[in-house]
């Protein structure tokens, strides 16, 4: 059975975690550096290990890794040879398995929620270009090239025992394309797609969120499909969008709703009123797995995961 199914079973709704960045950041890291949270890999693996837990106590039944932009090729960047780089992309892992069983060794942390799983992120080719591209997808690759570029990192992070594979803010259907066709390399290893928005009908690069869905489909080790890093604003609007077009269970992890300028790497606090979170209503409308993705925090979380123990699971 895989993963996502299991909790599923178990509770009717999955909590995600939140912004591993912000939370870094919040701890005096300074991420304005095209490597981001990766660089925090090598510089501070502790800390990272210490948000995880923080997420965990929260109220998370699922972290989700380090590795969004770890890469060969963004290590190599900063002098680090491929054996280096794969032992970080797998020590991202490491971190999220350590927070999480040190917390589920804890007989009272066990109480009324499933054991969280580890997902490993896996960020668009867009994140390592560090450019913003991953809310465009206008690579100018081809699938196969893209199928290249994903295939060490997703092995590394398989290999070091992730639950499932977080694949997230893919911004065109070809990068979904080619990370399912990589998965197939992968037998009994699940991922769910997460894709980034520009808007309540279509993914980043224009096309129908509906359409991309129904390629899915057919692909068993796809496990889940959604939209993340995307204002809440869109989220009702995207579940509805997506729930007529697949019985996988739909995971939804939007943003706070500050606005990013990839440009200078700064956040512009959201004024609109539109971003308040209703997580009954994206419940009803049909999403499964729910969290939150940049600037949000474990406070947001725990909002969350407090909602699900009194709505949902108070029945158990
Ligand atoms: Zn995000």
């Not at 590795?67 to 963004?74: F, L, R, V």
């Amino acid at each position: 059975m895989n993963p996502i199914e299991k909790v599923l079973k178990e509770c009717s709704v999955m909590v995600l975690d939140g912004a591993l960045a912000t939370e870094l950041e919040s701890h005096g890291c300074d991420l304005n550096d095209s490597l981001w949270s990766a660089k925090v890999l090598m510089e501070n693996p502790e800390l990272i290990k210490e948000v995880h837990s923080d997420y965990f106590k929260a109220g998370a039944d699922c972290a989700i890794t380090a590795s969004y932009q770890a890469t060969i090729e963004g290590y190599a960047e900063r002098g680090l040879n491929k054996v280096a780089a794969i032992e970080l992309m797998k020590k991202s892992v490491q971190l999220a398995v350590e927070a999480r069983d040190e917390f589920w060794d804890v007989t009272a942390n066990r109480l009324n929620r499933p054991m969280p799983l580890v997902a490993a992120s896996i960020g668009p080719y867009g994140a390592f270009l560090a450019d913003g591209s991953e809310y465009r997808g206008e690579y100018g690759l081809s699938e196969d090239e893209l199928v290249d570029f994903h295939r060490e990192r997703m092995k590394a992070l398989i290999e070091a025992g992730a639950d499932i594979l977080a694949c997230e803010t893919i911004p065109c259907l070809i990068e979904a394309k080619a990370i399912v066709r990589l998965l197939k390399e992968f037998p009994g290893v699940y991922a769910w797609i997460s894709f980034s928005a520009k808007d309540g009908l279509h993914i980043s690069s224009g096309e129908s969120i509906a359409a991309c869905t129904e390629w899915l489909n057919e692909h068993e080790q796809v496990a889940a499909v959604g939209v993340n890093c995307t204002p809440p604003s869109y989220i009702s609007t995207l579940i509805k969008a997506l729930s007529g077009h697949t019985k996988k269970p739909i995971i939804i992890y939007p943003n706070s709703g500050d606005v990013y300028n990839p440009t200078d790497k700064t956040w512009e606090k959201s004024t609109s009123k539109e971003h308040e979170r209703s997580f009954l209503q994206w419940y009803e409308d049909g999403a499964r797995l729910i969290g939150g993705c940049c600037r949000t925090t474990p406070e947001d979380i725990k909002e969350i995961s407090s909602w699900a123990q009194m709505e949902l699971r108070s029945n158990n």
